[in-house]
């Protein structure tokens, strides 16, 4: 399974873009990238995945270069509401089960 | 669709009880069912992967006597944390996936576990 790192922490404004950035050297042919956010006290909860260029949703857009090696995940005009943790996972269905990293903690300030 | 629901959202014991939390996909049926521990402030560890009408696969230093997971249903997996301590005490998140080509995880809302 492909180990990801991702910034410790960030810290944004209301109503700017924010990008974070995770590095998976080691992303196998078969890997998607996967982005989950988690509240405090509450499950993961899915925002987007992608297996390469560019793919975007209703809530975020995931930016994968061509060597596939790092993702970008953008998230347009945040609110307070976005404050918190930003995981960053690597794999495939038949790995059939997902490794966390540290995760980014995100703060949106006033 | 894919919810995915965990009975009891917080539960405290006192320590040396046994505790179990159950794990349901509501909507869908779940080959396979995952189980998670985060403590405060850390990310999410994978304890165990259960597969239905089979005995669960348990992550390196995850003690399986400790850890009883049974996976009974595609749609019910539980986790019963047997003889509970102090150090048990941590958030358990379950998640389940749709198939087993699927790339995405569907995750419960979690369980608080407080052992007294």
């Known amino acids: 399974l492909a180990k990801t790192t991702q910034p410790i922490s960030m810290d944004s404004y209301e109503g700017q873009e924010v990008n974070i950035t995770c590095s998976h050297n080691?992303?196998?042919?078969?890997?998607?990238i996967t982005w989950y956010q988690q509240f405090p006290s509450q499950g993961p909860r899915f925002i987007i995945q992608g297996y390469k260029t560019k793919v975007t949703n209703e809530v975020a857009s995931l930016f994968i270069p061509a060597d596939r090696k790092s993702s970008t995940l953008s998230l347009p005009r945040v609110s307070l509401s976005d404050t918190a943790v930003y995981y960053c996972?690597?794999?495939?269905?038949?790995?059939?089960?997902?490794?966390f990293g540290a995760g980014t903690r995100l703060a949106v300030h006033p | 669709g894919a919810v995915v629901s965990q009975h009891p959202s917080r539960v405290i014991c006192k320590s040396g009880t046994s505790v179990k939390i159950e794990c349901r996909s509501l909507?869908?049926?779940?080959?396979?069912m995952f189980w998670y521990r985060q403590f405060p402030k850390q990310s999410l560890m994978l304890m165990a992967t259960?597969?239905?009408?089979?005995?669960?696969?348990?992550e390196q230093g995850v003690e399986k006597d400790k850890f009883l997971i049974n996976h009974a249903s595609l749609t019910l997996s539980t986790l019963t944390v047997t003889s509970a301590h102090p150090e048990d005490s941590s958030f358990y998140i379950c998640?389940?996936?749709?198939?087993?080509?699927?790339?995405?995880?569907?995750f419960g809302p979690g369980t608080r576990l407080t052992v007294l």
């Open positions: 259960s597969n239905e009408g089979s005995k669960a696969t348990y």
């Open positions: 909507d869908f049926q779940a080959t396979t």
């Open positions: 080691n992303i196998a042919t078969n890997d998607y």
């Open positions: 998640s389940a996936k749709r198939d087993m080509d699927a790339n995405e995880q569907f």
């Open positions: 996972l690597v794999g495939s269905g038949g790995y059939n089960k997902l490794i």
